[in-house]
Nanobody, 126 residues
């Protein structure tokens, strides 16, 4: 069982930045694909970014050029650097993890992940 704990959310003005962190409890962290998703009120959970254990990344079109996913295997932590934030980025942000065999594997669908954090609220004011 893997426990994921997000932190770093908060209230920020449009154009500002936040860095989300997600710490994992598993010693096998280095073999996990990791993802960030978000869910706004009344909307479905949507893909934000993903990273394979080999370092391959993908970002949703809506955040490309503004958000960057990264990981630090020594700290069992995945990050989401969010710049140029917009009011439409307001949501609860969740990190997710799944053990994978291949170094390049990651998932852009929530169904690809086995473990989820509790979420952290990000609110962007206009």
């Amino acid at each position: 069982q893997v426990q994921l704990v997000e932190s770093g959310g908060g209230l920020v003005q449009a154009g500002g930045s936040l860095r989300l962190s997600c710490a994992a409890s598993s010693v096998a962290f280095r073999n996990y694909a990791l993802g960030w998703f978000r869910q706004a009120p009344g909307k479905e959970r949507e893909f934000v970014a993903a990273i394979s254990w080999g370092g391959s990344t993908d970002h949703a079109d809506s955040v490309k050029g503004r958000f960057t996913i990264s990981r630090d295997n020594a700290k069992n932590t995945v990050y989401l650097q969010m710049n140029s934030l917009k009011p439409e980025d307001t949501a609860v942000y969740y990190c997710a993890a799944k053990g994978t065999y291949y170094s390049g594997t990651y998932y852009s669908s929530p169904t690809g992940y086995d473990y989820w954090g509790q979420g952290t609220q990000v609110t962007v004011s206009s």
